[in-house]
T-cell receptor
Framework: GAVVSQHPSWVICKSGTSVKIECRSLDFQATTMFWYRQFPKQSLMLMATSNEGSKATYEQGVEKDKFLINHASLTLSTLTVTSAHPEDSSFYIC?????????????FGPGTRLLVL | KQEVTQIPAALSVPEGENLVLNCSFTDSAIYNLQWFRQDPGKGLTSLLLIQSSQREQTSGRLNASLDKSSGRSTLYIAASQPGDSATYLCAVTGNMLTFGGGTRLMVKP
């Protein structure tokens, strides 16, 4: 199946710093990428949807000025957590979809664990 | 808004048992349903994908069924093993991909 990578796999940072997470589709072009957040013992919650070359669409309750998403190419999307705080500590997972149709399969990255001290 | 519920939230069984995990969804207008496995601190591993026109999919000891009209899916695990211990998530694709809360499975040796 298609491969999606994330980098870094884990990161520890001080409160107030910004952290950038990369999501890459390695063997296909991803017209749409998704960013999810997962708190301990909870399910995945969609944060935002990004289409290559356009602004991301954020889910209700997700601060777009805090979670900056850039989908500059068909194989790379980045999520930047600006001025991170301890409550932003979570597991961030991206997924990528090759086709434009909603029914197309999403392929998930391995996740990035963020710990903000 | 689609809601996906998984029951039970947690399950502990002895090795060798056959078991069933349940997933229900409120909006039957879906394209497909997926079952994922997630190990602690890890990402998602896709297990089975059932298209809306299909009724079941099988892979090894896993069998997933889909009854779209009643908004239900089940994941059947035969002859469970300790290595099956993980959280199992179902997700339905409608207007968006919506995840259930997961079932944490522990298979005891």
């Amino acid at each position: 199946g298609a491969v999606v990578s994330q980098h870094p796999s884990w990161v520890i940072c001080k409160s107030g710093t910004s952290v950038k997470i990369e999501c890459r589709s390695l063997d296909f072009q991803a017209t749409t990428m998704f960013w999810y957040r997962q708190f301990p013992k909870q399910s995945l919650m969609l944060m935002a949807t990004s289409n290559e070359g356009s602004k991301a669409t954020y889910e209700q309750g997700v601060e777009k000025d805090k979670f900056l998403i850039n989908h500059a190419s068909l194989t790379l999307s980045t999520l930047t957590v600006t001025s991170a705080h301890p409550e932003d500590s979570s597991f961030y997972i991206c997924s990528a979809r090759g086709g434009a149709g909603i029914q197309e399969t999403q392929y998930f990255g391995p996740g990035t664990r963020l710990l903000v001290l | 808004k689609q809601e996906v519920t998984q029951i039970p939230a947690a399950l502990s069984v002895p090795e060798g048992e056959n078991l069933v995990l349940n997933c229900s969804f409120t909006d039957s207008a879906i394209y497909n349903l997926q079952w994922f496995r997630q190990d602690p601190g890890k990402g998602l591993t896709s297990l089975l994908l059932i298209q809306s026109s299909q009724r079941e999919q099988t892979s090894g000891r896993l069998n997933a069924s889909l009854d779209k009209s009643s908004g239900r899916s089940t994941l059947y695990i035969a002859a469970s093993q300790p290595g099956d211990s993980a959280t199992y998530l179902c997700a339905v694709t409608g207007n968006m991909l919506t995840f259930g809360g997961g079932t944490r499975l522990m298979v005891k040796p």
